[in-house]
């Protein structure tokens, strides 16, 4: 009888990742496709993440500093006007 909640689905999965929840299942003493349903929960919890105020700051940090490196410096407008004011 289906459980309420589930569908039935039929995949194709690479014979080494079913071998492995198989063994990890069986020395846990619990289903593979119960497994297999856990680790998809856990990487859909963690892809739908909303960024966050500290997410967001954490990112700037890394990503501006290397941004500012990467990019080329040019001379301010300030400075080649005064350059050429000084100039004969």
């Known amino acids: 009888m289906p459980q309420k909640g589930k569908t039935r689905i039929s995949i194709f ?15 846990a003493g619990a289903g593979y496709q119960t497994m297999m349903n856990e680790a998809l929960r856990q990487y859909l919890s963690k892809a739908e993440q909303p960024v966050t105020e500290t997410i967001l700051r954490n990112v700037l940090r890394q990503e501006i500093p290397e941004y500012f490196r990467a990019t080329p410096r040019r001379a301010s407008k300030t400075r080649a006007t005064t350059a050429r004011r000084k100039s004969p």
């Open 13 to 27: 999965i690479d014979n080494v990742v079913l071998d492995a929840f198989r063994a990890r299942a069986e020395k």
